[in-house]
């Protein structure tokens, strides 16, 4: 089964640059929730979409933004990068459908892992 | 202020034996549970969840128990196997939290399971 795709894998900033990340989610899932992982920490979730507009917002730096596309995928994009924002930053998607029956289950990407030199 | 909460960073279990990981959460709104699984370099894995309205519920190996009125859940595998190896992270969802509820995550229990 597809699962959900994030891209890069792996990426190395400098300080102060500016960074893409994308994320995929499984086909037929219209919500799309972004986390950060720091290094021993757990999953901490920053921005969440459903259906191309933004339902819920955490702890996201003003630096930082986001957006969902027509065909569902997302971008964050990190600018003036700083050493603390090193991390992994993980993809998740679900659907309305799914919520409507009950469930929350929030399906995850592989992840990005950011490091900022 | 963590909301949920998973006191035992690591946990060895034998083999063939039972593996208890307990979560205990603050927020009497959360009324999702879910456990997810993460290998290191990997995304979590969903692995079994329960509604507040359950007290428990089974998946094969894993059975996920929730104490509503404690504020805690835990989650059973049985028997152990060495590939359950991972660390498992315990997740709640409040509705109030918009159309797409967010999960926030416990600070994970490390399992390990020897031969």
């Known amino acids: 089964a597809a699962g959900v795709i994030q891209s890069p894998r792996h990426l190395i900033k400098e300080k102060r640059e500016t960074a893409t990340l994308k994320c995929y989610p499984i086909?037929?899932?219209?919500?799309v929730y972004w986390y950060q992982q720091g290094p021993g920490q757990d999953p901490q979730f920053l921005i969440s979409?459903?259906?191309?507009?933004?339902?819920d917002k955490g702890s996201i730096p003003d630096r930082f933004s986001a957006q969902q596309f027509s065909d569902y995928h997302s971008e964050l994009n990190m600018s003036s990068l700083e050493l603390g924002d090193s991390a992994l930053y993980f993809c998740?998607?679900?659907?309305?459908?799914?919520?409507?029956?009950?469930?929350?289950?929030?399906?995850f990407g592989p992840g990005t892992r950011l490091t900022v030199l | 202020d963590q909301q949920v909460k998973q006191n035992s960073p690591s946990l060895s279990v034998q083999e063939g034996r039972i593996s208890i990981l307990n979560c205990d959460y603050t927020?009497?709104?959360?009324?999702?549970f879910l456990w997810y699984k993460k290998y290191p370099a990997e995304g979590p894995t969903f692995l079994i969840s329960?509604?507040?309205?359950?007290d428990k519920n089974e998946d094969g190996r894993f059975t996920v128990f929730l104490n509503k009125s404690a504020k805690h859940l835990s989650l059973h595998i049985v028997p152990s196997q060495p590939g359950d190896s991972a660390v498992y992270f315990c997740?709640?969802?409040?509705?109030?939290?918009?159309?797409?509820?967010?999960?926030?995550f416990g600070t994970g229990t490390r399992l390990q399971v020897t031969l």
């Open positions: 997740a709640a969802s409040d509705p109030r939290t918009g159309t797409a509820s967010k999960l926030t």
């Open positions: 086909p037929r899932h219209d919500t």
């Open positions: 329960i509604s507040s309205i359950k």
């Open positions: 927020n009497s709104m959360f009324d999702y």
């Open positions: 998740a998607s679900s659907s309305k459908k799914l919520r409507l029956a009950g469930t929350n289950e929030q399906f």
């Open positions: 979409f459903y259906e191309k507009m933004q339902s």
